[in-house]
């Protein structure tokens, strides 16, 4: 467990709390073609199932790195987009895209609160995803998730939108780019935010029906409603980083009850 991570998330000064206020709260303010966040949570904690402070040296068997690199580092997890280029193929070798570090947990959910500190210290890029390979309607079993940028937290439906395979196979027809980005378009959610490198941050999310929120440091930033959210089984949950590098500490999961119904 990172003691300044602690420090810094669970007991700020009332300068360090107005700062964040100044930083945040404004930016969620600009998205204006979105709706405002909800200020209160969209779901109750119930059951803690997993918790985890990278106290040992070595990951556990419930984590599984999908795509590298990870490795714990002085009591957090080190992550790093090893595979940061794309190659085509050549003889026996098979082409490889660029992609984003992936670190999977066996942990299944349904309505959830997923927190976690992050920190980018020369990450493009940290997100928290939903799988459920058993899924045949969208790539990967890709569920929906959430991406944090220093700048902007956007949320996808993964399901219903850019992993669905109907619309992944409009991509083939020129003819039907302007369908495929209207749908897309539908499946998202944008809103500014002002992070900055080498900081701690407490990020929640939390999970309820077809309604994704997220907060920042307690504060809500970002808040999303789709019917791909409301995938009845999330069999597992992923962490990302783009780039280089992304700190992970303190990854808490609570199974949830949802405050509300689904929306319209």
């Given at each position: 467990?990172?003691?300044?991570?602690?420090?810094?998330?669970?007991?700020?000064?009332?300068f360090?709390?107005a700062?964040?206020?100044?930083?945040l709260?404004p930016?969620?303010?600009?998205?204006?073609d979105?709706p405002?966040?909800?200020?209160?949570?969209?779901?109750?904690k119930?059951?803690l199932?997993?918790t985890?402070?990278?106290s040992?040296?070595v990951?556990?068997?419930?984590?599984?790195?999908?795509i590298?690199?990870?490795?714990?580092?002085?009591?957090?997890?080190?992550?790093?987009?090893?595979?940061d280029?794309?190659?085509?193929?050549?003889?026996?070798?098979?082409?490889?895209?660029?992609?984003?570090a992936?670190i999977?947990?066996?942990?299944?959910?349904?309505?959830?609160?997923v927190?976690?500190?992050?920190?980018?210290?020369?990450?493009?890029?940290?997100?928290?995803?939903?799988?459920d390979?058993?899924?045949?309607?969208?790539?990967?079993g890709h569920i929906?998730?959430?991406?944090?940028?220093l700048?902007?937290?956007?949320?996808?439906d993964?399901r219903?939108g850019?992993?669905?395979?109907?619309?992944?196979?409009?991509?083939q027809?020129?003819?039907?780019?302007d369908e495929?980005?209207r749908?897309?378009?539908?499946?998202?959610a944008?809103?500014p935010v002002?992070?900055?490198?080498?900081?701690?941050?407490c990020l929640?999310?939390?999970?309820a029906?077809?309604?994704?929120?997220?907060?920042?440091?307690?504060?809500?930033?970002?808040?999303?409603?789709?019917?791909?959210?409301?995938?009845?089984?999330k069999?597992?949950?992923?962490?990302?980083?783009?780039g280089?590098?992304?700190?992970?500490?303190?990854?808490?999961?609570?199974?949830?009850?949802p405050?509300?119904g689904?929306?319209?």
């Open positions: 467990m990172s003691n300044r991570a602690v420090s810094f998330c669970c007991s700020r000064t009332r360090g709390l700062l964040a206020l100044w930083t709260v930016a969620v303010g600009l998205a204006c979105q405002m966040v909800q200020a209160g949570p969209v779901a109750i119930r059951e199932v997993f985890e402070d990278f040992a040296d990951l556990g068997q419930i984590w599984q790195v999908a590298p690199a990870f490795e714990v580092k002085a009591g957090v997890l080190v992550g790093i987009q090893a595979r280029k794309s190659t085509t193929a050549a003889g026996d070798r098979p082409e490889i895209r660029a992609h984003p992936v999977l947990l066996d942990v299944p959910t349904r309505d959830s609160v927190e976690a500190k992050i920190r980018f210290e020369g990450a493009s890029m940290m997100d928290v995803q939903f799988e390979r058993t899924c045949a309607e969208a790539r990967n929906s998730r959430v991406q944090i940028y700048d902007r937290v956007v949320i996808f993964d219903d850019w992993m669905n395979n109907r619309i992944l196979a409009l991509s027809d020129p003819t039907k780019r495929r980005s749908l897309l378009a539908a499946r998202r944008v809103y002002k992070l900055v490198e080498a900081r701690w941050y929640a999310v939390e999970t029906v077809d309604l994704m929120r997220i907060t920042i440091d307690g504060l809500p930033v970002a808040q999303f409603r789709s019917s791909g959210i409301a995938h009845a089984r069999a597992r949950i992923g962490f990302s980083v783009a280089k590098t992304g700190l992970l500490d303190d990854v808490r999961v609570w199974r949830a009850e405050l509300s689904p929306g319209p």
